[in-house]
């Protein structure tokens, strides 16, 4: 059989498999990110049945997913709205950090890994995943939520301390000079605030350069936007994902409605693909010997973002069960995590250890996540009725 016809062969069935798993995930009432996640992970290196002959496609698919997630994320919301969030949300940010780097950092120096060690596992442990966590609001109708602002003033706050992390763990990584290091942040300060300002003061010029009333030549200016941006920013050390993002924000009014319609069936498409991907490059074989410390860190981290989505939300008055939403839908961990730990582990600064950790901890919180959000209202609700049940008879006593 020609190389061609095994890639069409093996791109058709995940495809179809993708369908499949939907399905089921639609019948049971659950978002189907983490059944797309086990599906990599049966066929991928160490799975069940290896699939070897697609990965250069599905690897750029993956990221295309990541940029279409974030794209249609700001596409929801304008740059008033979300400098207004990080304006309301800069102390929960801060908050995060401590809460969720803490855990891997001690888990890193516990085990011997020393201190460029623990600054990658507090990478890993702190960032929640953007593209999951933008996917399930979508996938539970929660875009419109009260509480959610408050998660996307997070999610992007975390996305712009990763542009300072990663330009600083890079040069760790590689030895690279201190001017160096500053060099890489500078820049990457100046893009994010460059976009900014673009977004804030031209947004209205952005929209008319992608809008068209030809629905082909809108879907390939935005797409190609989107994917220009995205490439431009990681070339220049900030995130891809904050580039598309910010472009999202960027595109307002009517423009944003029709961008955010067209693009939808692309988005979850190639974000299906990215959760496979995730899971095909997951070996089983290296998760049974850390997966005690990686369920360790998995309980402490999803409590700490519980307790981060709580606090934010309560101080923007919002009840109970939107902080427990908003706290619930920040466990996800996923593509930021992979890439932190990637970055390390090929530098060869960190063991090799620390790969199979921060994997297994990952795959845990990507199926957690997800259902967390899932059922956390019905939990909440659940404790509200037994405490007000608790509380009667005393009451009448």
Known sequence: MGHTALELIELGAVFFGLGLLGRLALRIGMSPIPLYLLGGLCFGNGGLLPLGGIGDFTTLASEVGVVLLLLLLGLEYSAAELTTGLKRSWTAGLLDIVLNAGPGVAVALFLGWGPVGALVMG?????????????????????????????LSILVFEDLVMALYLPILTTLLLGVTLLGGLSAVGISLAVIAVVLLVALRWGRYVSAVVDSENREVFLLKVFGAALL?????????????????????????????????????????????????????????????????????????????????????????????????????????????????????????????????????????????????????????????????AAAPSAGG
């Open 123 to 151: 990478g890993v442990t702190y960032i929640s995943s953007s593209g999951i966590v933008a996917k399930v609001l979508s996938d539970l109708g929660r875009l419109g939520n009260r509480e959610t602002p408050v998660v």
């Open 229 to 389: 941006v995205a490439g431009v920013a990681s070339a220049l050390q900030v995130s891809a994902a904050v580039g598309a993002f910010l472009l999202g924000i960027a595109i307002s009014g009517s423009t944003a409605h029709n961008a955010t319609r067209l693009l939808e069936p692309l988005r979850d498409l190639f974000a299906a693909v990215f959760f496979v991907v995730f899971g095909l490059n997951t070996d089983p074989r290296a998760i049974p010997p850390v997966l005690g410390w990686a369920v360790v860190l998995a309980v402490v981290t999803s409590l700490t973002k519980i307790a981060t989505g709580w606090w934010a939300a309560r101080r923007q008055g919002i009840g109970k069960l939107g902080r427990a939403r908003a706290g619930a839908a920040l466990i996800a961990r996923g593509e930021f995590s992979i890439v932190i730990a990637g970055l390390a582990v090929s530098s060869g600064a960190v063991p090799e250890q620390l790969a199979a950790l921060a994997t297994a901890y990952v795959l845990i919180m990507a199926v957690a996540g997800p259902i967390a959000a899932k059922y956390v209202e019905s939990v909440a609700r659940a404790l509200q009725r037994r405490t007000v049940r």
